[in-house]
């Protein structure tokens, strides 16, 4: 028997004035990997910012439950805390904050939310240390601001290190622009995978099938018009590779 | 219930010199008005009042309710009833007058108590000597410095200061001594009355000598204690000396603090300063550097961070006087609230200073609103070679930023905060002291 992680229900949500997501429906139960494709400018990033809790994105109607409790109603930090966590296509820089102490507020922010004791500081350079080891990330980097002057692949290396450290149980990979880089592309791709337990769940948001070669997914939809208007398995997004989205979209 | 100009008794009336400049602060001084340029930003309403108290040393025992000299204040935890611990005829224990400070470095301790030095000296090493400044009075030495540089009329309060120039210590620096631990002054206050204090502080360094000094303005009396705080700093700098002077003000929320700070510096000297303003309700940090000889350097560096209705007031003026003198000064606060940041910054270059370099950059990060940021930098230059340059800027924090730590499950706040540390991390580091660094790092 499947439990749901993530149930979303007749969602609308708007930006300013613009409704971007109509009446959108999906269901992740745990363990699962859902694709959603669509063509640029749908919207495609803008559900993953409604799913994070990004202010200036308004929910006009709908649910969305997380782990059985009310997502709508969470902080960005709350939702974060609960174990949802957004990979970024564009991830922030932040001047003058070094990676590694970044990463102490969060964990703490974390432990202190699951009522666990906080990490010393040399308990969690250690921990730190040796998740970053795996990622290939050496000592240096963790002391640089976070992001500032790193390469596109150094980027999401960090976002994996970030993954690897909060074990998140729901992730969304927003890779939803044209632009792919492929090297970053492998380096997250290859994280996501070592997360994947068979318990923990993913949802991926892009425009290409190419990233599809490196994480398969159990399931693929294809947005338009601000929902789902076909879903399927990976045969769907190799027939979306082969003829383009222009069947889905609606002639204007 | 005085106005800011009472007449009262005080130390060292049959010095004729020391009367006659009393006398000029005296008759120099009056409150300057919104129509005054140095202080239209800075609204000065909190000292429009008459119910101050003055401290000059012999009233603060009967004010507070004290003790005589050598008298036992009775309490059981107070074993030196000779007051040997130098606690100036208060209480001893720690109970009643606690000189404790938390910090992480070692240093030469000399504190005031509600503005008035209490006498226990750190043991100095050899070429170092601290008295008060009465007692540099009496004996001559502050003589050549007390009065001779500052020009009262441009400095209303360090008129006042003069007028009741009285408590201060004198710290003087021999030739080619280089202090190991910085001197620390600190400033202790708490008091249920509006009292007055003037401190007036003259450090001396003599040729190629080094310093570093230490202001801490602690409030460690009840949150809503008023009071007023009216420094003055005098810094003589022999050639090739080099003082830093690293402030920490922290006054309780509703008391006035205003400073000047002072400096004269020769040929090859350096004075280096650091302030970081937190509290009082009205607060103004002034800095004049005069680079008097060749090869003269300065760098006034400084961060506030504010809230409520507070003023924080940062005036800077350096004056290029002579050749091939250098100047730089990063300003940065972080304004919420209602509170109002004011930056004044003058760099003056005289015309025979040739070849000198002036910089000044002023940021600052307006949190609310309803906050509210003033600048003026000034640049005088009437020299032809010379490199200067000023620059200011504001803005708020970055939501993008926020959002990403957010979602890492860092709480608003703290993500407020961690990117507010991380915005005065390049001024802070200007502190060279690691361990002076890390103690305001850890106070911000």
Same mark, same amino acid.
């Given at each position: ?252 | ?362 940021? &600052?990060? *307006? ?5 509210? @940021? =003033?600048?003026?930098?000034?640049? /005088?230059?009437?020299?032809? !070679? %010379? ?34 540390? &991380?915005? *005065? ?5 200007? @502190? =060279?002291?690691?361990?002076?660094? /890390?103690?305001?790092?850890? !106070? %911000?």
């Amino acid at each position: 028997m499947s439990t749901p992680l993530l149930e979303i229900e007749d969602l609308c949500a708007r930006v300013g004035n613009k409704e971007i997501i109509k009446n959108f429906n999906l269901t992740i139960n745990e363990g699962e990997v859902h694709a959603i494709m669509g063509p640029n400018g749908a919207g495609k990033s803008t559900l993953s910012y409604v799913l994070s809790g990004k202010p200036g994105y308004e929910i006009t109607s709908g649910s969305i439950k997380f782990k059985g409790k009310d997502l709508i109603s969470m902080s960005v930090e709350e939702r974060a805390r609960e174990g949802m966590f957004l990979i970024m296509q564009y991830p922030v820089e932040i001047p003058g904050v070094p990676v590694n102490s970044f990463l102490k507020h969060a964990v703490n922010a974390l432990h202190q939310h699951n009522n666990e004791s906080e990490l010393d500081t040399m308990e969690f350079l250690k921990m730190l240390r040796e998740e970053a080891k795996k990622l290939g990330i050496d000592n240096e980097m963790l002391k640089r601001a976070v992001n500032v002057g790193f390469s596109g692949g150094e980027k999401k290396r960090l976002e994996a290190l970030q993954m690897s450290v909060l074990k998140p149980c729901f992730a969304i990979l927003d890779e939803a622009d044209s632009g792919l880089d492929i090297d970053a592309i492998k380096v997250v791709s290859n994280c996501v995978n070592n997360m994947l337990d068979g318990k923990r769940s993913l949802l991926i948001i892009t425009h290409y099938q190419k990233l599809l070669n490196y994480i398969e997914p159990d399931f693929v939809h294809v947005f338009a018009d601000g929902h789902i208007v076909k879903s399927g398995n990976k045969s769907l997004s190799e027939e979306i590779e082969a003829n383009g989205y222009a069947s889905y979209v609606k002639e204007k | 219930m005085v106005g800011l100009l009472e007449n009262i008794e005080l130390f060292g009336q049959n010095i004729p010199w020391l009367e006659a400049l009393r006398e000029e602060g005296r008759n120099i001084f009056t409150l300057p008005g919104a129509k005054t340029e140095a202080w239209k930003y800075t609204k000065l309403h909190d000292l429009r009042c008459d119910d101050f108290v003055y401290s000059p040393s012999k009233f603060i025992e009967e004010l507070e309710g004290g003790y005589e000299d050598n008298e036992d204040c009775g309490c059981s935890d107070c074993d030196q009833s000779d007051h040997s611990c130098g606690c100036g005829g208060g209480c001893c224990c720690g109970n009643h007058l606690n000189l404790y400070i938390d910090i992480p470095f070692e240093a030469y301790q000399i504190h005031f108590n509600n503005g008035k030095f209490v006498p226990l000296y750190p043991a100095l090493p050899l070429g170092v000597e601290v008295m008060t400044l009465m007692q540099a009075i009496v004996e001559g030495e502050a003589r050549n410095y007390v009065g001779k540089y500052i020009e009262l009329k441009k400095y209303p309060f360090a008129a006042l200061n003069t007028a009741y120039l009285e408590e201060g210590v004198f710290i003087s620096i021999e030739r080619n001594v280089k202090l190991a631990k910085p001197i620390m002054i600190v400033y202790h206050t708490s008091t249920k009355h509006n009292l007055v204090s003037h401190i007036h502080n003259i450090i001396v360094a003599e040729n190629n000598s080094s310093a570093v000094v230490v202001e801490y303005y602690k409030h460690t009396g009840a949150d809503k204690d008023r009071y007023f705080n009216n420094i003055v700093n005098e810094f003589y700098l022999s050639p090739k000396a080099e003082v830093k002077h690293y402030k920490f003000q922290e006054e309780a929320y509703k008391s006035v603090h205003i400073a000047l700070n002072h400096a004269v510096v020769k040929d090859g000297a350096k004075y280096k300063s650091f302030c970081l303003q937190k509290g009082a309700n009205l607060a103004r940090n002034e800095t004049k550097v005069e680079l008097l000889q060749e090869n003269a350097n300065t760098e006034v560096n400084a961060a506030y961070i504010m809230n409520g209705w507070a003023t924080i007031d940062t005036t800077t003026d350096i004056a290029h006087l002579s050749e091939k003198t250098t100047s730089s000064q990063l300003v940065k606060g972080v304004v919420g609230g209602e509170a109002r940041g004011v930056f004044q910054g003058k760099i003056a270059i005289s015309k025979n200073a040739q070849e000198t370099e002036g910089y000044q950059q002023h940021r &600052a990060l *307006l949190l609310s609103d309803t906050a509210e @940021i =003033d600048v003026k930098p000034e640049l /005088e230059i009437y020299a032809d !070679n %010379v490199k200067c340059s000023h620059g200011a800027a504001c803005g708020e924090l970055d939501k993008e930023q926020l959002f990403y730590m957010r979602s890492r499950g860092i709480g608003e706040e703290d993500a407020k905060q961690i990117l507010i540390d &991380a915005y *005065l991390t390049d001024v802070i580091d200007k @502190i =060279d002291d690691e361990d002076i660094k /890390e103690w305001i790092r850890a !106070n %911000v």
